[in-house]
């Protein structure tokens, strides 16, 4: 039994972890402004803000730990506990990856641009909702959301697929291209690995609430038997 002060913490834990969250999506919206706009300070901003992602990291970890060792919650509340390490994991990750987005910015601006700005805007743009909507299924789990967003993971990996094929011929007919356009590639496909993050995102959201382990499979969402394998 818990507490009405260990609910209270649980709830803080939430909150704080909301923060961070948001906080990627701030810095997922100037890694967007970075890369379309070849804006430099932006890029300069995210790359200033690998140390805040590190200390949200900690702090939160400190503070997951702790309650561990002096709560015994049950059902939600400890699903909740024991699936925060990862989702704080998870949003490091993503944060992560963000920033090397902007570090490849800071190199691409200084160089004429190959095209590709309406695709990468599009990429941009899946991600953004892909991530919103993990984030906003932490705060209210829904499986069919889980689902939808699921099947949206499709399209950013069929757009990778098209721009690397079509970066890697240009490559071939234009080798003056090739550090851009391999930097360029780089960023489709970290844009591709923080989609399939979010993904994990929405697993855990779903498990907390309903206390059934999902997963996105070949961008299907659907539950997993543990005891099958």
């Known amino acids: 039994m818990i507490s009405k002060v260990g609910f209270e913490r649980i709830a803080l834990l939430r909150s704080d972890i909301l923060k961070m969250a948001r906080y990627i999506q701030n810095i997922c919206n100037k890694s967007s402004v970075a890369m379309l706009e070849r804006n430099e300070h932006q890029a300069r901003d995210v790359l200033y803000s690998d140390s805040v992602i590190d200390h949200y990291q900690i702090e939160l970890q400190k503070t997951i730990i702790s309650l561990t060792g002096i709560l015994t919650p049950t059902g939600k509340d400890l699903r909740f506990l024991t699936m925060t390490m990862s989702i704080?994991?998870?949003?490091?990750?993503?944060?992560?990856?963000?920033?090397?987005?902007?570090?490849?910015?800071?190199?691409l601006i200084k160089k004429p641009p190959i095209g590709y700005y309406e695709?990468?805007?599009?990429?941009?743009?899946?991600?953004s909702l892909?991530?919103?909507g993990s984030i906003d299924n932490l705060v209210d789990p829904s499986l069919l959301e889980a689902e939808r967003l699921c099947r949206n993971d499709s399209n950013?990996?069929?757009?990778?697929?098209?721009?690397?094929?079509?970066?890697?011929?240009?490559?071939?007919?234009?080798?003056s291209i090739t550090s851009r356009a391999?930097?360029?590639?780089?960023?489709?496909?970290?844009?591709?690995?923080i989609a399939d993050l979010c993904t994990e995102l929405m697993?855990?959201?779903?498990y907390i609430d309903i206390?059934?382990?999902?997963?996105?499979?070949?961008?299907?969402?659907?539950?997993?038997?543990?005891?099958?394998?």
């Open 88 to 107: 704080v994991k998870t949003l490091e990750r993503i944060g992560d990856k963000f920033v090397s987005i902007c570090e490849l910015a800071m190199v």
């Open 182 to 193: 391999v930097d360029l590639l780089r960023v489709f496909c970290y844009l591709e690995e």
């Open 156 to 175: 950013i990996d069929s757009l990778l697929e098209g721009v690397r094929s079509d970066l890697l011929s240009n490559m071939e007919q234009s080798p």
């Open 130 to 132: 892909m991530l919103k």
């Open 211 to 229: 206390g059934k382990h999902y997963r996105c499979i070949n961008d299907i969402f659907q539950p997993v038997d543990f005891k099958a394998y």
């Open 119 to 127: 695709k990468l805007r599009t990429m941009f743009d899946g991600v």
């Open 203 to 206: 697993e855990a959201a779903v």
